[in-house]
């Protein structure tokens, strides 16, 4: 009898390790592998590990603004502590202009993707999704498995044509994840009516024979504000309105998109017309601006001289503010080439803009924490 028992026992014990065997190999491990293309998207939600629909998600590192531009602000329960640290300073963020609620939202990491496992655990409404750049920071395998939480990894791009496929992708794939597919699509025709309609002006203005006017921009924002030696190789608001510029990208003296350009190579440059990234404005009397208005050297610029400096909206804060690009790229254009947008006014376009991207036209409401000098010829005797 206690043969049998033992015999029943283990039998018993044996089956259930093959029932148990049999049950694990069918569902397919968890996997923490952030997801970076469509196909993985799919797979995974087939499997069950990523919802169907997506109600809460965390934005990080430079993400927030494509969430916006795809109508999904709703969906968002916490984001990074660059978009806390700038109350005050909407100004850099058209996003953050048209929703201040995020100002009050949860905090679900540190700037630039340095997310915090722990506290998206412990949010009242963690999210479903984590929408991550794929610039750096806490690394988003690991994120996933101390959270449980799907990585969406997307590249942060610019919109001008060499980086535009990735750009592409990477929206087209937040649109997907969440249901905003239709919407991602209306966001890159705009895009590319927009640059379309700039473009076919500037090469209108090319068949008159004049020489194109030699212009440079500086106070470009890179991690941080700058002063006038700020610039940027392939600065995107001059490839799409096709600007001659003396900071090419190709040139030995270009390490790197943005660059710091010697005072002196400037003065020999001695461009005809000169664009300010209003970023500068953030160093004070230490700006852009202010040494325009006081650097002797700066001020036997002929542009300078000849009062042909303009201002532009800050067109990178926490990485690139694509409605900003789009509107420089109008005034640059403007500016430049004065009788092919005779029909456009760069504010209302900028409004127009805004209100397509970000929901709301809140143009006047970053022109005043700019002093008003958004979009204008600068005034540099004050």
């Known amino acids: ?108 990491g540190e700037k630039r993707g340095r997310d915090n496992p722990e506290i998206l655990l412990n949010l009242k409404n963690p999210p479903q999704l984590i929408i991550k750049a794929d610039s750096g920071g806490y690394d988003p395998t690991e994120l996933t498995r101390r959270t449980g939480i799907p990585v969406l990894l997307i590249p942060l791009r610019s919109i001008t044509a060499v980086h535009r496929e990735e750009f592409d992708i990477g929206l087209r794939l937040v649109g997907a994840a969440l249901g905003k597919s239709e919407r991602a699509e209306a966001v890159l025709e705009f895009f590319d009516r927009e640059m379309s309609d700039i473009k076919l002006r500037t090469q209108k203005d090319e068949t008159s024979g004049r020489s194109k006017p030699l212009a440079y921009v500086g106070g470009v924002s890179y991690n941080g504000s700058h002063a006038f030696h700020s610039t940027e190789a392939g600065y995107p608001p001059f490839v799409i309105a096709d600007v001659n510029c003396p900071v090419k990208e190709n040139e030995s003296i270009i390490g790197k998109q943005q660059i710091v350009i010697a005072k002196e190579k400037i003065l020999e440059w001695d461009p005809d017309i000169l664009f300010l990234d209003l970023g500068t404005l953030y160093l004070g009397e230490a700006s852009g601006l202010a040494e325009l208005r006081t650097d002797s050297a700066y001020r036997s610029l002929k542009a300078v001289k000849a009062g042909d400096v303009y201002s532009l909206l800050p067109n990178n804060f926490y990485f690139e503010n694509h409605d900003a690009v789009l509107i420089n790229a109008w005034f640059v254009g403007k500016t430049l080439y004065p009788e092919q947008f005779t029909d456009i006014d760069p504010k209302k376009k900028a409004d127009e803009i805004f209100t397509f991207l970000v929901g709301k036209p809140v143009f006047e409401q970053l022109n005043a924490e700019l002093d008003h000098l958004a979009l204008e010829k600068l005034e540099l005797s004050k």
């Not at 569902?27 to 997506?54: C, D, H, S």
């Open 1 to 108: 009898m206690m043969l049998f028992r033992s015999w029943f026992w283990g039998a018993l014990f044996f089956l259930l390790i093959c029932f148990t065997g049999c049950m694990w190999q069918s569902r397919p491990a968890k996997p923490v592998e952030p997801i970076r293309t469509l196909a993985q998207l799919n797979e995974y939600r087939r499997n069950g590990f990523v919802p169907e629909k997506i109600d809460r998600i965390f934005c990080s590192g430079g993400t927030l603004r494509l969430v916006v531009y795809l109508e999904g602000a709703d969906k968002v329960v916490a984001v990074d502590t660059h978009e806390h640290q700038e109350l005050g300073q909407s100004y850099k963020k058209a996003y953050l202009a048209a929703h201040p609620e995020f100002y009050n939202m949860p905090i679900g």
